[in-house]
């Protein structure tokens, strides 16, 4: 079992200064990486200070020159927002920067709020023809001279400037969740990200028998990793209420999200309020224990218990998600927790 961090600069007013995102962001991956995480991930957003990050480029560039082993994962480049030239050119770039450190994740994009803004409004539910588009496209630029007709981009004989020094390029993965997209992402040799939002485990043993299916219709490719992405609060045992600070933040977070899916209020210099709790008094998945159960909260030995299920269902790889809402010296205490008392149960 391999462990990462997936995280962004999150900001919910305007009492935290940009600047001091950044720094946190930067020392939650330095803590990751002198605990032994094999990856930090950092996505792609736009026009929302919920999470911060027009571009993971200049952040991951940045990491590449303060981190010596720790690998660097776009996760995940939103492929309708992206040129395939552009996407195979800036990824292998971070790959000479970070001496072959670099993996880079594809989406489809999910927030309509984002596509009336950066795709002239086309439906977010059509980005996976510009991802299924861009990946061959992409492999195919890393390896040299190639020109391109497809239904969405066209142009003559170009080649990635530079290209990747890892052979014969940097792992490629897919942000997955119906049958298709784990079948597409096999079919092409990608390593594939599932999250499990606010459903429970049974909804991880759904997403690894849609992998297995995948597995099953392509036993020519060599079997690709899978990767689970889990908001993550580890308390103390010595804190038996620690789960609540958890389960309310990242209810905040996913209320938060509501509001930005939902896309019907104009936010303001970046910013908009989390949906109302009586809006989810029908919710189950709202309930702060359902939260508790659901997704990755708990003590150490709560949590060993889980990823080692997790582990025996075949799962590669485990992302800690950090975004949750929780002030920075919560995140900090929670990831060390991780690092102490639950990663050593797998080494």
Excluded at 83 to 97: F, K, M, Q, S, Y
Excluded at 138 to 153: M, S
Excluded at 253 to 273: C, E, I, S
Excluded at 286 to 310: C, D, S, W
């Amino acid at each position: 079992m391999k462990f990462s961090l997936f995280v962004h600069m999150e900001r919910y007013d305007e009492h935290s200064s940009h600047r001091q995102l950044f720094e946190d962001l930067c020392e939650l991956t330095l803590l990751a990486e002198a605990g032994g995480f094999s990856t930090v991930w950092i996505g792609e957003h736009h026009a929302m200070d919920y999470t911060i990050s027009p571009s993971p480029m200049p952040l991951l560039a940045y990491l590449a020159a303060r981190t010596q082993t720790i690998r660097l994962g776009a996760g995940t480049i939103i492929a309708p927002f992206w040129h395939p030239i552009r996407v195979a050119g800036e990824c292998a770039l971070l790959d000479v920067i970070s001496n072959g450190r670099m993996e880079v994740g594809l989406a489809r994009g999910a927030y309509q709020y984002e596509f009336d803004r950066m795709a002239g409004g086309i439906p977010a539910s059509s980005g996976g023809q510009h991802l299924r588009e861009m990946v061959p496209v992409v492999k195919a630029l890393w390896q040299g001279d190639c020109a391109h007709d497809g239904d969405i981009w066209k142009f003559p004989t170009a080649t990635s400037s530079p290209r990747p020094i890892q052979h014969p390029h940097p792992p490629m993965w897919i942000a997955a969740r119906d049958p298709d997209s784990h079948d597409f992402a096999v079919k092409h040799g990608c390593n594939v990200m599932v999250t499990p939002l606010m459903k429970g485990d049974e909804e991880v043993l759904d997403l690894k028998n849609k992998f297995d299916t995948a597995l099953a219709n392509h036993p020519e490719v060599p079997r690709p990793q899978l990767m689970v992405l889990r908001h993550t609060h580890v308390h103390s045992p010595q804190e038996p209420d620690g789960w609540k600070v958890g389960a309310e933040a990242i209810s905040h977070f996913y209320r938060t999200f509501d509001a930005w899916f939902g896309n019907k209020q104009t936010p303001v210099n970046g910013l908009l309020p989390a949906s109302p709790l009586e809006k989810f008094k029908d919710r189950p998945e709202f309930e702060l224990q359902n939260i508790r159960k659901n997704t990755m909260i708990g003590t150490p030995a709560e949590v060993i218990a889980r990823i080692r299920h997790y582990q025996e269902l075949g799962v590669d790889e485990f992302s800690f998600w950090a975004d949750n809402s929780l002030p920075h010296a919560e995140k900090k205490k929670s990831l060390q927790l991780f690092i102490e008392q639950v990663m050593p149960a797998f080494n």
